[in-house]
Protein backbone atom coordinates (compact mmCIF):
# COMPACT_ATOMS: atom_id res chain seq x y z
CA UNK A 1 0.00 0.00 0.00
CA UNK A 2 1.56 3.52 -0.95
CA UNK A 3 0.11 6.99 0.11
CA UNK A 4 0.90 10.26 -0.94
CA UNK A 5 2.82 12.43 1.88
CA UNK A 6 0.53 15.58 2.72
CA UNK A 7 3.14 17.63 1.08
CA UNK A 8 2.59 15.94 -2.26
CA UNK A 9 -0.76 16.09 -2.86
CA UNK A 10 -2.51 17.76 -4.85
CA UNK A 11 -5.63 18.30 -2.20
CA UNK A 12 -6.56 21.48 -1.20
CA UNK A 13 -3.76 21.89 1.65
CA UNK A 14 -6.45 23.85 3.94
CA UNK A 15 -6.68 20.81 6.78
CA UNK A 16 -2.89 21.04 7.01
CA UNK A 17 -2.05 24.49 7.97
CA UNK A 18 -2.18 24.98 11.33
CA UNK A 19 -4.52 26.25 13.75
CA UNK A 20 -2.51 29.60 13.93
CA UNK A 21 -2.35 30.34 10.38
CA UNK A 22 -6.19 29.72 10.31
CA UNK A 23 -6.34 32.31 13.01
CA UNK A 24 -4.36 35.05 11.21
CA UNK A 25 -6.16 34.19 8.04
CA UNK A 26 -9.13 35.18 9.10
CA UNK A 27 -7.52 38.20 11.24
CA UNK A 28 -5.57 38.63 7.72
CA UNK A 29 -8.95 38.72 5.52
CA UNK A 30 -10.90 41.42 8.33
CA UNK A 31 -7.43 43.50 8.13
CA UNK A 32 -7.95 43.43 4.44
CA UNK A 33 -10.98 44.92 3.72
CA UNK A 34 -9.84 47.55 6.42
CA UNK A 35 -7.01 48.35 4.20
CA UNK A 36 -9.30 48.05 1.16
CA UNK A 37 -11.09 50.90 2.18
CA UNK A 38 -8.53 53.05 3.74
CA UNK A 39 -6.43 52.97 0.33
CA UNK A 40 -3.96 50.96 0.74
CA UNK A 41 -0.82 51.95 3.08
CA UNK A 42 -0.02 55.32 2.03
CA UNK A 43 -2.80 56.50 4.47
CA UNK A 44 -0.82 54.38 7.25
CA UNK A 45 -3.55 51.64 7.90
CA UNK A 46 -1.96 48.37 8.80
CA UNK A 47 -3.20 44.91 8.41
CA UNK A 48 -2.35 43.32 11.44
CA UNK A 49 -0.13 44.71 14.44
CA UNK A 50 3.44 43.38 12.85
CA UNK A 51 5.00 45.48 16.06
CA UNK A 52 7.87 48.27 15.20
CA UNK A 53 11.43 47.54 14.02
CA UNK A 54 13.54 46.55 11.63
CA UNK A 55 12.62 43.22 9.15
CA UNK A 56 15.51 43.56 6.45
CA UNK A 57 18.95 45.07 5.64
CA UNK A 58 18.33 47.29 2.72
CA UNK A 59 21.27 45.19 1.14
CA UNK A 60 19.41 41.47 1.36
CA UNK A 61 16.65 42.93 -0.63
CA UNK A 62 17.36 43.50 -4.45
CA UNK A 63 15.95 46.16 -6.62
CA UNK A 64 13.30 44.29 -8.46
CA UNK A 65 12.96 41.34 -6.08
CA UNK A 66 11.01 40.34 -3.25
CA UNK A 67 12.11 38.35 -0.05
CA UNK A 68 10.41 36.36 2.81
CA UNK A 69 10.71 38.06 6.35
CA UNK A 70 9.97 38.06 9.65
CA UNK A 71 8.42 40.71 11.45
CA UNK A 72 9.15 42.16 14.82
CA UNK A 73 6.25 40.02 15.99
CA UNK A 74 7.20 37.12 14.20
CA UNK A 75 4.07 37.01 11.50
CA UNK A 76 5.24 36.24 7.89
CA UNK A 77 5.81 38.98 5.48
CA UNK A 78 6.92 39.70 2.12
CA UNK A 79 9.38 42.76 1.19
CA UNK A 80 9.53 43.60 -2.36
CA UNK A 81 12.15 46.91 -3.04
CA UNK A 82 10.48 48.61 -6.38
CA UNK A 83 13.31 51.16 -7.01
CA UNK A 84 16.22 52.31 -4.55
CA UNK A 85 14.26 54.28 -1.91
CA UNK A 86 10.76 52.69 -2.52
CA UNK A 87 10.14 49.94 -0.59
CA UNK A 88 6.62 47.98 0.20
CA UNK A 89 6.03 44.92 2.64
CA UNK A 90 2.65 42.77 2.95
CA UNK A 91 1.82 40.27 5.20
CA UNK A 92 2.64 36.88 3.64
CA UNK A 93 -0.27 34.80 4.93
CA UNK A 94 -2.88 34.01 2.01
CA UNK A 95 -6.28 35.68 1.64
CA UNK A 96 -7.60 32.27 0.16
CA UNK A 97 -7.30 29.80 2.79
CA UNK A 98 -4.22 31.10 5.22
CA UNK A 99 -1.21 29.34 3.42
CA UNK A 100 2.14 30.94 3.78
CA UNK A 101 2.50 33.01 0.01
CA UNK A 102 6.27 32.75 -1.08
CA UNK A 103 8.40 35.76 -3.08
CA UNK A 104 8.76 34.50 -7.23
CA UNK A 105 11.16 37.25 -8.30
CA UNK A 106 8.63 40.08 -8.74
CA UNK A 107 5.53 38.83 -7.95
CA UNK A 108 4.63 36.60 -5.05
CA UNK A 109 2.89 32.92 -5.23
CA UNK A 110 0.89 31.16 -2.85
CA UNK A 111 2.40 26.74 -3.51
CA UNK A 112 -1.50 25.91 -2.02
CA UNK A 113 -3.63 27.03 -4.74
CA UNK A 114 -1.64 29.07 -6.94
CA UNK A 115 -2.91 32.20 -6.31
CA UNK A 116 -0.19 35.14 -7.77
CA UNK A 117 -0.20 38.74 -6.22
CA UNK A 118 1.20 42.00 -7.70
CA UNK A 119 5.18 42.18 -5.27
CA UNK A 120 4.56 45.56 -5.58
CA UNK A 121 0.81 46.58 -4.32
CA UNK A 122 -0.23 42.75 -2.87
CA UNK A 123 -3.30 43.00 -5.54
CA UNK A 124 -4.32 39.59 -6.88
CA UNK A 125 -3.92 38.93 -10.52
CA UNK A 126 -4.22 35.01 -10.29
CA UNK A 127 -6.00 32.08 -8.96
CA UNK A 128 -8.93 31.50 -6.03
CA UNK A 129 -8.00 34.51 -3.53
CA UNK A 130 -10.44 37.08 -4.17
CA UNK A 131 -8.79 40.05 -1.95
CA UNK A 132 -4.73 41.32 -2.01
CA UNK A 133 -2.27 40.27 0.57
CA UNK A 134 -2.97 43.24 3.35
CA UNK A 135 -0.32 45.87 3.18
CA UNK A 136 2.44 45.94 6.35
CA UNK A 137 3.73 50.01 6.38
CA UNK A 138 7.48 50.17 5.97
CA UNK A 139 10.15 52.67 5.62
CA UNK A 140 13.52 52.78 5.09
CA UNK A 141 15.95 54.25 7.87
CA UNK A 142 19.50 54.11 7.46
CA UNK A 143 20.38 51.03 5.98
CA UNK A 144 17.63 49.33 7.19
CA UNK A 145 13.91 48.42 6.38
CA UNK A 146 11.88 49.04 9.54
CA UNK A 147 8.02 48.84 10.12
CA UNK A 148 6.29 52.02 10.21
CA UNK A 149 4.55 53.17 13.37
CA UNK A 150 2.13 55.16 12.87
CA UNK A 151 2.08 58.59 14.66
S1 LIG B 1 -4.34 29.32 0.36
FE1 LIG B 1 -5.35 28.91 -1.52
S2 LIG B 1 -4.31 30.12 -2.98
FE2 LIG B 1 -3.33 30.58 -1.12
Same mark, same amino acid.
Given at each position: ?????????????????????????? &??? &??????? *?? /??? =??? =???????????????? #??? %? =???? #?????????????????????? &??? /? *???? /????????????? /??? &??????? %? =???? %?????????????????????????
Amino acid at each position: MTTTPPHQSHQPRQAACPRRRTVLAA &SAA &SAGALAL *TA /CGV =EDG =EDAADPGAGPIAALVD #VPV %G =EAVA #VKTPNGGDALLFRADETTVAAF &SAI /C *THAG /CTVQPDGGRLHCP /CHD &SVFDAAT %G =ERLE %GPADAPLPPIPVRIEDDQVVTAVPE
